[in-house]
């Protein structure tokens, strides 16, 4: 959280501390529970069948149609005649980055145009939990757990992915991290998963020329002490030594990513050299507060929504740049908030709960490139009671399809119990040998692998939607000579 909290309504304001207080707790029942605790896997380059998971929360319910703006619909502008982002051919410079010829950018998210150019970055509009409560309390949990409308589920749909699949690495001692003081409800009941409000600082604290000593103490202490606080220790103790292997601070980016100095960006950044350690972490929880938008929402320059989201894009393309411009890593963002906002402004100049809102995904694995959307329209007779954006797509449809096809867990009943989901066509597979990315190895590959192989700059160049790791035939890491008999063994047969 941070101080744009202090712009929420009451709710909003009145659930951060709580949220605080129950994920304090939720960490302290985590410490208690050895069989939850340490462990971590890494992520398998380009075409490998399980992805690390990044979800981002935007806490305080984002405005999906400033986000993504619908520039195409009229209505939209008739709805907020000064906090709409002004049209694509407007005079000025303050105006809508066109997609796709109805959505949009606003400007502030132009540092994603690379990634969405490159095909990585995918929305989907319209989209959302069907709770029609419009509470953030209910929103938020409903949303993490996977489950709307249910309040006698507390595990979250994170956790019960991590719970019902075998490690990536079956020695990890960590599998999730939620970046905070508490951990997210979307992680809770997985495995091997504790909340880190900041990686860089997992240690013992105080002086340094005494750390040896005291941990000898705690040691000692705990090793007369039973279960589960021995166990729990002992955990911890490991997560320590595992962090503090990884030089957070001294961590170069790569792709000339440059991470803002806040601490989203410094979360990202984080994350970015703990997936790169491999040290088998396989999903990382990290929040954003402050929007809950009420009053003086401020898209323009100097205003509220603007830093937000000036702090997200630029956050989100460093990661970008430093995670996929050089590898194709195995990585899947998810960004998503608790319901999106009215489509009238008030005149507060700012904007009341409403419904339908907009996600964002992006990885080599995410068909990208595009705004999916079955745009319900903005008519009074369109509109969720009157008012709202309908949602049209189910953010858990969104989810499922990320969980079985990106994370390669099958059991979405359990991630998503009493759900039959409907994949919505947000992910692409990657099939070894298919240089051209038009989904079939043929001949029309040959000439791509060889330039893979041969000059992998110049394919990345040519081909800057496909995976270049699809020429890693035969999955050792490389992508040289070695991999031709696969390749021609694929082609043939």
């Not at 509470?135 to 757990?145: C, I, L, T, Y």
């Not at 990884?246 to 170069?252: A, L, Q, R």
Request: hydrophobic share 40%; glycine share 12%.
């Amino acid at each position: 959280m941070d101080s744009n909290d202090s712009y929420g309504c009451s709710e909003y304001m009145n659930l951060s501390r709580r949220q605080f207080l129950a994920t304090t707790g939720g960490m302290a029942v985590a410490l208690g529970m050895p069989s939850w605790l340490p462990n971590v896997a890494y992520a398998d380059e380009g075409c490998g069948e399980r992805d690390v998971i990044v979800s981002i929360f935007l806490r305080g319910a984002a405005d999906g149609l400033t986000l993504c703006v619908p520039h195409g619909d009229n209505l939209y502008y008739a709805a907020r005649p000064t906090l709409a982002i002004p049209r694509p051919d407007a005079p000025g410079s303050f105006k809508a980055i066109d997609l796709d010829g109805f959505f949009g950018f606003p400007p502030q998210l132009a540092p994603l145009i690379p990634a969405y150019q490159n095909g990585d970055l995918l929305l989907v509009h319209a989209s959302g939990s069907t709770d029609p409560s419009r509470s953030h309390f209910d929103g938020q949990r409903f949303m993490e757990v996977g489950k709307p409308g249910d309040i006698t589920i507390f595990t979250g749909w994170l956790g019960r992915h991590l719970l019902s699949m075998a490690p990536m690495q079956p020695e990890a001692v960590l599998r999730g991290i939620g970046i905070g003081y508490g951990l997210q409800r979307s992680l809770q009941a997985g495995p091997k998963t504790i909340p880190i409000p900041k990686l860089n600082q997992y240690d013992l604290g105080g002086q340094l020329s005494t750390v040896g000593a005291r941990r000898a103490v705690i040691e000692a202490m705990h090793a007369i002490t039973p279960d589960p606080l021995r166990a729990a220790a002992s955990t911890a103790q490991e997560t320590i030594d595992l962090l503090g292997s990884i030089n957070f601070d001294g961590y170069m980016p790569e792709g000339s990513a440059i991470y803002p100095e806040n601490d989203f960006g410094m979360s990202l950044k984080s994350t970015a050299a703990l997936i790169k350690a491999d040290l088998g972490v396989e999903a990382v929880a990290i929040d954003v507060g402050g929007w809950d938008t009420h009053v003086e929402q401020g898209v323009t320059e100097g205003g509220r929504m603007h830093r937000l989201m000036d702090a997200l894009a630029r956050g989100l393309a460093a990661f970008h740049a430093d995670m996929f411009s050089t590898a194709a890593r195995n990585v899947t963002v998810v960004v998503m908030s608790e319901f999106g906002r009215r489509l009238l402004q008030n005149g507060g100049l700012g904007t009341d709960h409403g419904h339908g809102n907009v996600m964002f995904l992006m990885g080599p694995g995410i068909d990208g490139g595009r705004v999916l959307a079955d745009w319900p329209g903005l008519e009074a007779g369109q509109l969720f009671e009157g008012r709202d954006l309908e949602v049209t797509t189910d953010f858990r449809d969104v989810l499922a399809e990320v969980v079985q096809l990106r994370l390669g867990n099958p059991n979405l009943s359990a991630v998503f119990p009493d759900y039959t989901p409907s994949f919505p066509g947000v992910t692409r597979a990657c099939v070894r040998g298919d240089l051209n990315c038009d989904g079939a190895v043929t001949v029309e590959d040959v000439e791509p692998f060889s330039q893979a192989v041969i000059d992998a700059d110049g394919y990345r160049r040519d081909h800057p939607t496909c995976s270049i790791n699809s020429a890693d035939l035969n999955n050792d890491g490389l992508i040289d000579g070695r991999d031709i008999e696969e390749f021609v063994r694929r082609l043939v047969d």
